[in-house]
C-alpha cells in the first residue's frame, strides 16, 4: 500500500464517519440543515462505499451506474449550497442559476458518455469549474457567516469554510489532473488527494466536532462571563446586569441570548429590547414564557411553527431557533434565559447543559443583586430612622431652651402681676419673653423649611431681581448691629429667583459672619457678575471653621467642632437651607476659611432662570 493509499483510505474513513455522525443527529432533530448535511456525507459516503465495493470485487461498474455516481457528484456543491442557505442566506437566482446548470451539465455528460463516447474533455472540464466555482462560493458564504458568529459557532464556520475551499481545490486539481497527461496527472491527483484529507479533517472539526474541542472552544467565552460574574451583582443598575449576563451568554454560546426577568408583584416577565425599551410577557407565552410556566428547557428549531400566535415577533428577531431555560434559585423563579440564532443547525443538544450551567450562574448572580438590594434597603431605612431620631431630638433640645426661658420669664410675671395689680409692667421680663419667643419662631421655620427642601419645594415663584439692591436691603435691614457691614456692588446683577428666599440666603450668611466673629470686627458682602454667573460673597474676621469640618457644614444639623451650644445657638439648619435655596437656583453655594483668621462664604447664581428639574 502507497502513502497516497493511505490517504485516500484515510479521507474515505474520515466522510463515512462524518456521514455516519450526522446521520444519527438527523434521526434525533430532523431539521432542513441537518437533512442537507446527511445528504451531502451521504452522497460522499456512497461514493466511496461504491469504489470500495468494486474494489474488492474488482469488477467495473456498467457505465449508467458511473453516470449516476458523476451525477451525485455533480450535485454535492448544490446541496453545499443548500447548507450554506440553511446556516445565512443565499441568493434566490444563484440558487435557481446553480440547479439548472447541474441539469444541463448532468444531461450534456450522460449524452456524451451513453450516445458518444468517451466523454469529452471540454465537458469533464465544464463540470470541475462548475464543481470549484460553487465550492469556493459555499466557502467564501461560510468565511462571511463566520464572521458574524461568535464563539463555538465562529470556530465551527470556520472549519467547515476551510474544508469547502480544500474541497474545491481537490476538485479542481484532481479533475485538471484527469485529463492532463503523466507526470502531471500523477502529481496533481496526489496534491488533490491530499487536499481531500485536509478538507474531511475540516469538515469533521466544523460539521461533528467532539464534545471535547466544542467544550474547548466555549471555554475562553465562558472563562470570561465567569471571571465577570463577582462584579456584576454590584453593578449600578438592573438593566447593567442584565446586558452582561447577555452578552456573556451570547459570547459563551455562540448565539443572542436575551434575559426575561420575573416580576412578582405584576405577575409578568419583563425584557428589553435592543435600545432599553422594555417588553412585558405573560408566563406561557413566547418560547420563553412557556419555559417559564414548564420550568424546564425549551428547545425548537421552529419558533413559529411552534408558537404561530408569536411567528411575526420571531420573524423580526430573526430567530430560527430558540433555546430557553428557566432562571431559578432555590425554588425561587428569577427568569428565562434564551439563547436565539437566525438559522437552526448552530444549537445541538449539547448546548441545553451549556445554556443550563448559564442560567444558573445567572441565578447566583441574580440573587446576590436582589440580596445587596434588600441591604441597601434596609440601611437605607435604618438611616432614615437615625436620621429622624437626630431630628427629633436636636429640635426637641433646641425648642426646649427658649421655650423654658418663655414659660419661666412669663410665669415670673404672672406671678408679680397677682402679688401687686398695680405694679408698672416689667418691661425688660416682657422682652425676655418676646425675644426668646423669637428665637423659637425662627427655629420652627428652620426645621419647616429643612422638612420643605427635603422635598424639593423649597423655593416658589421667580421675579427678575436686582442682587447689588436686594443685599443692601438686607444689610440695612440687620443695621444697627455690633458689626460694620459694608456692601460693594459691581454692577447691576439682575437674575430670576425666588426674592424672598434669596433674602433668606443673604441674611443667614450675614447672621452667621456676625455670629461667628469677635464684637466690631467687620463684615464685608460682595456682589459681581462673572463668567456669566451672579456671584454673592459674605468675608467676615471671624473664628474660622476647621478644615475638617469645612466638607460638612452645609449637611443637615452639621455644626463645626469650634462651636459650642452654650456660646453660640443653633441647630446647623442654616447652611443646608442655604444650599438648598442655591440649589434649587441652579447655582453653588462653598466656604474659604482659615481658622482664628474669618471665613468666605460664595454663592454663584446663574442669571437665566437655572431652575432645577426634579
Ligand atoms: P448654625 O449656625 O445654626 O449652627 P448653620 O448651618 O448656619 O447652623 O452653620 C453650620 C455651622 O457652620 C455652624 O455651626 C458653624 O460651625 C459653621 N459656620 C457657619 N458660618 C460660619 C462663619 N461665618 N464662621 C465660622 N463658622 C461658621
Given at each position: 500500500m502507497t502513502a497516497l493509499d493511505l490517504i485516500n483510505g484515510l479521507t474515505q474513513a474520515i466522510f463515512v464517519l462524518?456521514?455516519?455522525?450526522?446521520?444519527?443527529?438527523?434521526?434525533?432533530?430532523?431539521?432542513?440543515?441537518?437533512?442537507?448535511?446527511?445528504?451531502?456525507?451521504?452522497?460522499?459516503?456512497?461514493?466511496?462505499?461504491?469504489?470500495?465495493?468494486?474494489?474488492?470485487l474488482g469488477v467495473t461498474p456498467p457505465v449508467w451506474f458511473t453516470d449516476v455516481l458523476v451525477a451525485l457528484i455533480v450535485a454535492l456543491p448544490y446541496v453545499l449550497l443548500r447548507l450554506v442557505d440553511d446556516f445565512t442566506r443565499v441568493p434566490v437566482l444563484l440558487k435557481r442559476g446553480a440547479e439548472l446548470f447541474l441539469i444541463i451539465l448532468v444531461a450534456a455528460y450522460a449524452y456524451d458518455s451513453l450516445v458518444t463516447p468517451p466523454v469529452d474533455p471540454p465537458i469533464i472540464l465544464a463540470v470541475v469549474a462548475y464543481l470549484a466555482g460553487l465550492f469556493f462560493?459555499?466557502?467564501?458564504?461560510?468565511?462571511?457567516?463566520?464572521?458574524?458568529?461568535?464563539?463555538?459557532?465562529?470556530?465551527?464556520?470556520?472549519?467547515?469554510?476551510?474544508?469547502?475551499?480544500?474541497?474545491?481545490?481537490?476538485?479542481?486539481?484532481?479533475?485538471?489532473?484527469?485529463?492532463?497527461?503523466?507526470?502531471?496527472?500523477?502529481?496533481?491527483?496526489?496534491?488533490?488527494?491530499?487536499?481531500?484529507l485536509a478538507s474531511g479533517v475540516a469538515f469533521y472539526l466544523g460539521f461533528a466536532p467532539p464534545s471535547f474541542l466544542r467544550r474547548a472552544w466555549q471555554a475562553p467565552e465562558l472563562r470570561n462571563f465567569l471571571a465577570r460574574a463577582a462584579e456584576l451583582p454590584r453593578l449600578p443598575d438592573t438593566l447593567d446586569i442584565v446586558r452582561e449576563l447577555e452578552r456573556g451568554a451570547a459570547g459563551a454560546t455562540g448565539s443572542n441570548a436575551r434575559v426575561a426577568l420575573w416580576?412578582?408583584?405584576?405577575?409578568?416577565?419583563?425584557?428589553?429590547?435592543?435600545?432599553?425599551?422594555?417588553?412585558?410577557?405573560?408566563?406561557?407565552?413566547?418560547?420563553?414564557?412557556?419555559?417559564?410556566?414548564?420550568?424546564?428547557?425549551?428547545f425548537t428549531t421552529d419558533p413559529s411553527k411552534e408558537d404561530p400566535a408569536d411567528a411575526e415577533s420571531y420573524r423580526r428577531s430573526r430567530a430560527g431557533a430558540v433555546m430557553s431555560t428557566p432562571i431559578t434559585a432555590g425554588g425561587r423563579r428569577l427568569g428565562v434565559l434564551s439563547l436565539f440564532a437566525e438559522r437552526p443547525p448552530i444549537f445541538a443538544q449539547s448546548d441545553m447543559?451549556?445554556?443550563?450551567?448559564?442560567?444558573?450562574?445567572?441565578?447566583?448572580?441574580?440573587e446576590s443583586r436582589?440580596?445587596?438590594?434588600?441591604?441597601?434597603?434596609?440601611?437605607?431605612?435604618?438611616?432614615?430612622?437615625?436620621?429622624?431620631?437626630?431630628?427629633?431630638?436636636?429640635?426637641?433640645?433646641?425648642?426646649?431652651?427658649?421655650l423654658t426661658?418663655?414659660?419661666?420669664?412669663?410665669?415670673?410675671?404672672?406671678?408679680?402681676?397677682?402679688?401687686?395689680?398695680?405694679?408698672?409692667?416689667?418691661?425688660?421680663?416682657?422682652?425676655?419673653?418676646?425675644?426668646e419667643g423669637k428665637r423659637l419662631a425662627a427655629l420652627v421655620t428652620d426645621l419647616l423649611d429643612a422638612a420643605r427642601l427635603e422635598q424639593g419645594r423649597l423655593t416658589a415663584e421667580r421675579e427678575p431681581v436686582d442682587l447689588g439692591t436686594l443685599v443692601s436691603e438686607v444689610v440695612a435691614r440687620q443695621q444697627p448691629a455690633a458689626h460694620a457691614t459694608d456692601v460693594d456692588v459691581r454692577g447691576a446683577v439682575v437674575g430670576v429667583y425666588d426674592r424672598r428666599r434669596i433674602e433668606q440666603l443673604v441674611e443667614n450668611l450675614v447672621e452667621n459672619a456676625k455670629k461667628y466673629s469677635p464684637e466690631a470686627t467687620p463684615v464685608q458682602v460682595t456682589v459681581w457678575q462673572q463668567d456669566g454667573e451672579a456671584r454673592v460673597s459674605v468675608r467676615d474676621h471671624g473664628i474660622g471653621i476647621p478644615p475638617t469640618d469645612l466638607p460638612k457644614i452645609f449637611e443637615r444639623f452639621s455644626r463645626a467642632s469650634n462651636v459650642d451650644d452654650r456660646r453660640f445657638h443653633g441647630m446647623g439648619l442654616g447652611l443646608y437651607i442655604c444650599r438648598g435655596i442655591v440649589e434649587e437656583h441652579g447655582g453653588r453655594i462653598w466656604a474659604e476659611s482659615e481658622i482664628g483668621k474669618g471665613s468666605t462664604f460664595h454663592v454663584a447664581l446663574p442669571l437665566q432662570d437655572g431652575r432645577r428639574l426634579n
Amino acid at each position: 500500500m502507497t502513502a497516497l493509499d493511505l490517504i485516500n483510505g484515510l479521507t474515505q474513513a474520515i466522510f463515512v464517519l462524518i456521514f455516519l455522525l450526522v446521520f444519527v443527529r438527523t434521526l434525533r432533530h430532523t431539521t432542513p440543515a441537518h437533512i442537507d448535511m446527511s445528504l451531502f456525507f451521504g452522497i460522499l459516503a456512497f461514493v466511496v462505499a461504491e469504489s470500495r465495493i468494486s474494489g474488492f470485487l474488482g469488477v467495473t461498474p456498467p457505465v449508467w451506474f458511473t453516470d449516476v455516481l458523476v451525477a451525485l457528484i455533480v450535485a454535492l456543491p448544490y446541496v453545499l449550497l443548500r447548507l450554506v442557505d440553511d446556516f445565512t442566506r443565499v441568493p434566490v437566482l444563484l440558487k435557481r442559476g446553480a440547479e439548472l446548470f447541474l441539469i444541463i451539465l448532468v444531461a450534456a455528460y450522460a449524452y456524451d458518455s451513453l450516445v458518444t463516447p468517451p466523454v469529452d474533455p471540454p465537458i469533464i472540464l465544464a463540470v470541475v469549474a462548475y464543481l470549484a466555482g460553487l465550492f469556493f462560493y459555499c466557502g467564501a458564504a461560510f468565511i462571511a457567516a463566520s464572521r458574524k458568529a461568535e464563539g463555538v459557532t465562529r470556530r465551527r464556520m470556520q472549519g467547515i469554510s476551510l474544508g469547502t475551499i480544500l474541497f474545491g481545490l481537490d476538485i479542481l486539481m484532481s479533475g485538471i489532473g484527469g485529463v492532463m497527461p503523466e507526470p502531471d496527472k500523477t502529481f496533481l491527483t496526489a496534491t488533490g488527494q491530499i487536499l481531500g484529507l485536509a478538507s474531511g479533517v475540516a469538515f469533521y472539526l466544523g460539521f461533528a466536532p467532539p464534545s471535547f474541542l466544542r467544550r474547548a472552544w466555549q471555554a475562553p467565552e465562558l472563562r470570561n462571563f465567569l471571571a465577570r460574574a463577582a462584579e456584576l451583582p454590584r453593578l449600578p443598575d438592573t438593566l447593567d446586569i442584565v446586558r452582561e449576563l447577555e452578552r456573556g451568554a451570547a459570547g459563551a454560546t455562540g448565539s443572542n441570548a436575551r434575559v426575561a426577568l420575573w416580576d412578582e408583584d405584576t405577575k409578568v416577565l419583563r425584557m428589553w429590547r435592543e435600545g432599553g425599551e422594555a417588553v412585558e410577557v405573560m408566563p406561557g407565552r413566547f418560547i420563553a414564557g412557556r419555559a417559564f410556566e414548564l420550568q424546564r428547557t425549551v428547545f425548537t428549531t421552529d419558533p413559529s411553527k411552534e408558537d404561530p400566535a408569536d411567528a411575526e415577533s420571531y420573524r423580526r428577531s430573526r430567530a430560527g431557533a430558540v433555546m430557553s431555560t428557566p432562571i431559578t434559585a432555590g425554588g425561587r423563579r428569577l427568569g428565562v434565559l434564551s439563547l436565539f440564532a437566525e438559522r437552526p443547525p448552530i444549537f445541538a443538544q449539547s448546548d441545553m447543559e451549556l445554556a443550563q450551567l448559564l442560567a444558573d450562574q445567572a441565578a447566583v448572580i441574580l440573587e446576590s443583586r436582589a440580596l445587596i438590594d434588600h441591604a441597601a434597603r434596609m440601611k437605607a431605612q435604618e438611616e432614615a430612622m437615625r436620621l429622624k431620631e437626630d431630628f427629633v431630638s436636636a429640635a426637641a433640645h433646641d425648642l426646649k431652651t427658649p421655650l423654658t426661658t418663655v414659660v419661666a420669664q412669663a410665669e415670673f410675671l404672672e406671678r408679680k402681676a397677682l402679688r401687686d395689680p398695680s405694679s408698672p409692667a416689667d418691661l425688660q421680663g416682657l422682652q425676655r419673653i418676646v425675644r426668646e419667643g423669637k428665637r423659637l419662631a425662627a427655629l420652627v421655620t428652620d426645621l419647616l423649611d429643612a422638612a420643605r427642601l427635603e422635598q424639593g419645594r423649597l423655593t416658589a415663584e421667580r421675579e427678575p431681581v436686582d442682587l447689588g439692591t436686594l443685599v443692601s436691603e438686607v444689610v440695612a435691614r440687620q443695621q444697627p448691629a455690633a458689626h460694620a457691614t459694608d456692601v460693594d456692588v459691581r454692577g447691576a446683577v439682575v437674575g430670576v429667583y425666588d426674592r424672598r428666599r434669596i433674602e433668606q440666603l443673604v441674611e443667614n450668611l450675614v447672621e452667621n459672619a456676625k455670629k461667628y466673629s469677635p464684637e466690631a470686627t467687620p463684615v464685608q458682602v460682595t456682589v459681581w457678575q462673572q463668567d456669566g454667573e451672579a456671584r454673592v460673597s459674605v468675608r467676615d474676621h471671624g473664628i474660622g471653621i476647621p478644615p475638617t469640618d469645612l466638607p460638612k457644614i452645609f449637611e443637615r444639623f452639621s455644626r463645626a467642632s469650634n462651636v459650642d451650644d452654650r456660646r453660640f445657638h443653633g441647630m446647623g439648619l442654616g447652611l443646608y437651607i442655604c444650599r438648598g435655596i442655591v440649589e434649587e437656583h441652579g447655582g453653588r453655594i462653598w466656604a474659604e476659611s482659615e481658622i482664628g483668621k474669618g471665613s468666605t462664604f460664595h454663592v454663584a447664581l446663574p442669571l437665566q432662570d437655572g431652575r432645577r428639574l426634579n
